[in-house]
């Protein structure tokens, strides 16, 4: 069974910083593409951040120049850094990934919580 495990997330002043990290446990081959979510009270789940095992990253035109997504391919780690944050960037943020067990699936975290205050 693979799991995807959330961490780093938190409360934090406008302006502030915070890196959150999520680590794919379990029978894993391999990893594609990896990528941070996010969903707001009320809203819908948006993407925030993607990268492909080779690095290449996509980025939501709410964060570009603020987060950077970055990876780990030995440790099965997709990571985020969230510079100049602000109250907008409050929400439950979700990573997934498309892993290779027995057969190609995309996995979801649990969510953890960021909540930025003005």
């Known amino acids: 069974q693979v799991q995807l495990v959330e961490s780093g997330g938190g409360l934090v002043q406008a302006g502030g910083s915070l890196r959150l990290s999520c680590a794919a446990s379990?029978?894993?081959?391999?990893?594609?593409?990896m990528g941070w979510y996010r969903q707001a009270p009320g809203k819908q789940r948006e993407m925030v951040a993607q990268?492909?095992?080779?690095?290449?990253?996509n980025y939501a035109d709410s964060v570009r120049g603020r987060f950077t997504i970055s990876r780990d391919n030995a440790k099965n780690t997709v990571y985020l850094q969230m510079n100049s944050l602000k109250p907008e960037d409050t929400a439950v943020y979700y990573c997934?990934?498309?892993?290779?067990?027995?057969?190609?699936?995309?996995?979801w975290g649990q969510g953890t919580q960021v909540t930025v205050s003005s």
């Open positions: 379990g029978s894993i081959v391999s990893t594609n593409n």
């Open positions: 990268i492909t095992r080779g690095g290449t990253t």
């Open positions: 997934n990934a498309a892993v290779y067990s027995s057969t190609w699936a995309l996995r």
